[in-house]
């Protein structure tokens, strides 16, 4: 009979700790509520599904983020057009209010007119030769007549350049498409993906094993896809986050399993992108520059 009192005792001992440790707040692990995006972590494991964990700068947690961004790739980039013909290349100067009116008076005039000899002598700096300048796909070219256009260079097809023929370069230099090189003793006097052939020049040759790619991107998963003609460093990745971050997006995801630039659908794609969306209108363009999406050139 004792022995079945002091068993009675000790259940209704253990349903009296059970419920004093349900008052106290006690909860399972089953009541354990993941981050939301926004919220801090410490691993992704933290957040609710979709969700990744990555470190905030200057602090021990993390905050839960959006992993795959879904911004499906274009066929389009976005482009600065400074010019669509060689006029639009001609500086932006002040027009003073007398040659306003001589320009004015010379339209009414004709040519031969007086007005016109007084404003070509008056306003040498308000008038633009637009047969110096070129539009080549939306970029302004100087366009140079004779080597005295070009201050001490050489004109080579309406082109300042530094030479046209190796007698143009100090000894022992060459001139490679317009530039004086010194030849090359070995593969490292050659900048980027260059290797230096038997004739002592810099050729472009691309990459040509997986170490040069981590060496040149900093990374140990990068490695050389010698499918393509000269070879080419392919940075693997799994998530939109390794391409960039959510909250300060450069157009980069990961798809096929490499990191690509996706590209933009139209113009006022690339405008909000550069200017931020702001009403000031700031953009750091030029006075003639705008932005268009166009298509990538193949």
Do not use: W
Request: glycine content about 10%; aromatic content about 6%.
């Amino acid at each position: 009979m004792k022995k079945n009192t002091a068993l009675y005792a000790s259940l209704m001992l253990s349903v009296v700790i059970v419920t004093i440790a349900g008052f106290m707040g006690c909860k399972s692990s089953d009541d354990f509520r993941q981050s939301r995006k926004g919220e801090a972590c410490q691993v992704t494991n933290d957040c609710t599904s979709g969700l990744s964990c990555v470190p905030v700068p200057g602090q021990s947690i993390g905050e839960c983020v959006t992993s795959q961004f879904n911004i499906s790739q274009t066929a389009k980039e976005c482009k600065i057009i400074q010019c669509s013909a060689p006029e639009d290349c001609c500086p932006q100067v002040t027009v003073s209010e007398t040659c306003k009116a001589l320009a004015a008076e010379c339209a009414d005039g004709g040519p031969s007119s007086i007005y016109c000899t007084d404003y070509q002598e008056e306003c040498p700096n308000q008038t633009c030769d637009s047969s110096r300048y070129a539009c080549n796909d939306g970029t302004c070219q100087f366009q140079c007549n004779t080597d005295s256009d070009c201050g001490g260079e050489h004109c080579s097809g309406g082109q300042c350049v530094q030479c046209v023929q190796d007698s143009d370069c100090p000894s022992g230099d060459t001139c490679d498409n317009g530039t004086c090189q010194p030849p090359c003793q070995s593969d490292g006097d050659c900048p980027a993906f260059n290797r230096c052939d038997d004739n002592g020049q810099c050729q472009e040759s691309g990459c040509q094993t997986d170490r040069e790619c981590v060496a040149a991107t900093k990374n140990v998963e990068a490695h050389c896809d010698t499918s393509q003609n000269g070879g080419t460093c392919i940075v693997p990745c799994q998530t939109d986050l390794e391409c960039g971050n959510p909250k300060d997006y450069n157009f980069y995801s990961c798809i096929n399993s490499q990191c690509v630039y996706v590209g933009c659908q139209s113009d006022k794609d690339c405008e909000l992108y550069i200017t931020g969306g702001s009403d000031a209108g700031f953009s750091g363009l030029g006075a003639n520059e705008h932005v268009e999406c166009v298509d990538k050139p193949k």
